[in-house]
């Protein structure tokens, strides 16, 4: 049979399977479905055979082939954690802080504040341009699909800004990206005395966000990109869990569905309120308490880990993901690409990170930014594996083993990536 892509002989080829047609979780986090010899065809941007070498290519074969010798095939990354739309940056105040000793982020939000100025200056075009740059470079590290967050407008009109940079970047770039709105990351300047009229101002948003095309006035008119997600940053420098629960209702009554910014400086209430709403997921999560652990290990809620945080503020406390996956628990893996904690373009980085400070294996690390991440932004059962039928999004690894993807550090392993069956970098 004729396919259109097929991809041969690799060391290793990951299938990475979902368990009971789900994410993989606790302990069991880690089945790679490795194929040696391995071989996957590609036709109409889904994956149609994996398996053996010699059984592929004696059903299949392609005009465009690809020799895997020596290397390492796996599903693409699935970053499911990032503000990548803004403009400006903020190196002279990294600079600063390091000059004063204070990387440890007692400054984030007024950090935040200040690229909430830059991004709400530059016109749609530069905002544009400066995130493909961004995406460009995620996608040599082989990012395939990534979630991206709001949260740098802070009001109607440069929120929708953002939204429509997202929408223009979705049809014109490679990367499939996931809309999130987090319209209450902190608070503005313009209501620091005022912070519960903020929270009305976000609730007041919600309907435009969530239902662009029954809005009969204002910016949304020109607007028609669907946003699944509510994000809300419940910690120290965000908003209390009282006043997160109210965005959060709200955005449930509109159909959408929840994330949240949970405990990464101080136990602030955000996983456990993550969890009593049955949110999608919860990032962060440095700070939970045990208890709070022991119900998102419970619970649905993928516990979305980001160590390149903790590295970039030079923090000494990480995410227990231990704790989390004894508890049974869903554990996925992003960068929180953002311009004032975590500048950081590489998944392969995080899982080395991760391998190191989180205690996974790299087994277990390369699942969470896969399969596991695929399942904490809405996307499980399309990307995240090469099983039979799910889009070919696929990275080719310059490595002999799986292992190396954790035991090396700070060069690109990633040779090529597939998107959607067609070859997009090498």
């Known amino acids: 049979m004729k396919a259109d892509l097929l991809i041969h002989s690799a060391a290793q ?26 071989a996957v065809a590609c036709a109409d941007g889904r994956v149609v055979a ?60 007024d950090e935040v504040r200040a690229i909430v100025r830059t991004t709400r200056a530059a016109p749609l075009a530069q905002l544009v341009a400066e995130t493909r740059s961004r995406l460009d470079r995620m996608l040599a590290h082989g990012t395939t699909t990534a979630e991206v967050k709001t949260g740098y407008g802070l009001s109607l009109v440069d929120e929708m800004k953002i939204l429509e940079a997202i929408a223009i970047l979705e049809v014109t ?45 204002g910016p949304c008119l020109t607007r028609t990109l669907r946003v699944p997600f509510c994000d809300v940053l419940c910690d120290e420098g965000g908003f209390t869990a ?31 309120l993550a969890v009593e709403m049955g949110a999608v997921s919860a990032d962060h999560l440095a700070s939970a308490p045990p208890e709070d652990i022991r119900r998102i290990g419970a619970s649905d809620t993928v516990a979305v880990l980001l160590p390149a945080t903790s590295f970039g503020l030079a923090l000494h406390r990480y995410a227990p993901a231990r704790a989390i996956l004894e508890a049974g628990g869903v554990l996925a893996l992003g960068t ?37 991440g695929a399942y904490a932004i809405g996307m499980g059962g399309e990307v995240g594996s090469l099983q039979v039928g799910w889009a070919a999004d696929i ?18 392993p990633v040779q090529q990536v597939i998107k959607r069956g067609r070859v997009v970098v090498g």
């Not at 599903?75 to 105040?93: K, M, S, Y």
């Not at 519960?196 to 609730?203: H, L, R």
């Not at 449930?252 to 456990?272: C, E, I, Q, S």
């Not at 990275?395 to 690109?412: E, M, T």
């Open 336 to 372: 929180n690409c953002n311009a004032t904690t975590s500048w950081c373009e590489s998944m392969p980085l995080v899982i080395a990170l991760a391998c190191r400070y989180l205690q996974l294996t790299p087994e277990q690390a390369l699942v969470a930014a896969t399969l596991n």
């Open 242 to 272: 009282d006043q997160a629960r109210r965005v959060l209702e709200r955005a449930r009554d509109l159909g959408m569905h929840l994330k949240v910014h949970a405990d990464r400086f101080r136990p602030w209430g955000g996983t456990r």
């Open 173 to 217: 770039h490679p990367i499939t990206l996931v809309p999130t709105f987090l319209g209450a990351y902190v608070v503005p300047e313009e209501f620091l005395e005022d912070p519960d009229g903020y929270v009305d101002q976000v609730i007041e948003m919600l309907p435009l966000v969530a239902c662009p095309g029954e809005a009969r006035e």
């Open 50 to 109: 994996v398996g053996p070498t010699e059984q592929v290519r004696a059903d299949w074969w392609a005009p465009v082939e690809i020799d895997a010798s020596g290397k390492v095939v796996c599903p693409g990354f699935v970053d499911p954690h990032t503000h990548v739309v803004w403009a400006g940056g903020r190196a002279g105040e990294f600079v600063e802080r390091i000059r004063e000793g204070d990387l440890c982020g007692t400054k984030v939000a």
């Open 13 to 38: 080829l990951c299938v990475i399977p979902p368990h009971n047609g789900g994410p993989q979780r606790g302990t069991r986090l880690g089945d790679l479905g490795i194929v040696e010899d391995g």
């Open 395 to 412: 990275v080719i690894l310059d490595l002999p083993d799986v292992q190396h993807l954790g035991y090396r550090f700070g060069a690109n």
